[in-house]
């Protein structure tokens, strides 16, 4: 598994806006949006293209296109659906399948209450979305969860991620990239991470 981080000077930018402690609901969701629509641009930087011959308006031209990649956007309720306007953007023909996971606040292990996968996931690429990846269970818990359903290529795209998570994501999944804003210090004894950016599900639902 190879961990990106993206050190691009807007991606840090709009990071360090999102991180401000009085950041508005509305503030919060624009730019969790804007980052994963930039984590999206990194993500398929790797993507095959072909050519193929287009008519112009000066006549027939050689054109680069994606070639035969098939896309779904795997979005873990609820603090995933943040970051899925800018990922569409980005890729508006992609489909989406949702995995509904939340941590028990005691344990931190995920408990699982909702999926809804496209049909033809094996012949996909999927990137899921997250805005944190803390202790890594939700994660390792969709990519089982994906991987059972025959879907072989998977990436992870975050807005901060833990080192104690990417640890626990890698040894799991080692097959699995990850596209992260920002590889922060730890986790604290309640396993959110610090500096972090507190509860991203409270900040994009207002439900704080
Ligand atoms: C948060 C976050 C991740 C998970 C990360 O979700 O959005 O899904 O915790 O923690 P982990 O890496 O330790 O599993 P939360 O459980 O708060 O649910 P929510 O998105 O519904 O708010
Ligand atoms: N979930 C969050 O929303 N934030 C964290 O720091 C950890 C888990």
């Given at each position: 598994?190879?961990?990106?981080?993206?050190?691009?000077?807007?991606?840090?930018?709009?990071?360090?806006?999102?991180?401000?402690?009085?950041?508005?609901?509305?503030?919060?969701?624009?730019?969790?949006?804007?980052?994963?629509?930039?984590?999206?641009?990194?993500?398929?930087?790797?993507?095959?293209?072909?050519?193929?011959?287009?008519?112009?308006?000066?006549?027939p031209v050689e054109v680069d296109q994606i070639k035969g990649k098939k896309v779904t956007v795997v979005p873990i309720l609820r603090a995933g659906i943040g970051m899925l306007d800018g990922v569409l953007e980005?890729?508006?023909?992609?489909?989406?399948?949702?995995?509904?996971?939340?941590?028990?606040?005691?344990?931190?292990?995920?408990?699982?209450?909702?999926?809804?996968?496209?049909?033809?996931?094996?012949?996909?690429?999927?990137?899921?979305?997250?805005?944190?990846?803390?202790?890594?269970?939700?994660?390792?818990?969709?990519?089982?969860?994906?991987?059972?359903?025959?879907?072989?290529?998977?990436?992870?795209?975050?807005?901060?991620?833990?080192?104690?998570?990417?640890?626990?994501?890698?040894?799991?999944?080692?097959?699995?990239?990850?596209?992260?804003?920002?590889?922060?210090?730890?986790?604290?004894?309640?396993a959110y991470i610090i500096p972090g950016l507190g509860d991203a599900g409270d900040k994009i639902f207002g439900t704080k």
């Amino acid at each position: 598994m190879a961990v990106h981080e993206i050190t691009h000077p807007l991606v840090q930018h709009k990071l360090s806006l999102l991180r401000e402690k009085e950041i508005s609901t509305k503030r919060f969701r624009e730019l969790a949006a804007e980052v994963g629509a930039l984590l999206t641009y990194e993500a398929t930087a790797n993507f095959e293209t072909e050519k193929v011959i287009k008519e112009c308006w000066s006549g027939p031209v050689e054109v680069d296109q994606i070639k035969g990649k098939k896309v779904t956007v795997v979005p873990i309720l609820r603090a995933g659906i943040g970051m899925l306007d800018g990922v569409l953007e980005m890729m508006p023909n992609a489909k989406i399948s949702v995995v509904g996971l939340y941590r028990d606040e005691e344990t931190f292990e995920p408990v699982y209450y909702f999926e809804k996968l496209v049909k033809d996931i094996d012949q996909r690429v999927a990137l899921v979305l997250d805005p944190m990846l803390a202790t890594g269970g939700s994660f390792i818990a969709t990519v089982d969860l994906l991987k059972k359903a025959g879907c072989t290529n998977i990436m992870g795209l975050f807005l901060v991620a833990a080192p104690e998570g990417i640890a626990k994501a890698q040894a799991a999944h080692p097959d699995v990239d990850l596209y992260v804003a920002s590889v922060d210090s730890h986790l604290n004894d309640d396993a959110y991470i610090i500096p972090g950016l507190g509860d991203a599900g409270d900040k994009i639902f207002g439900t704080k």
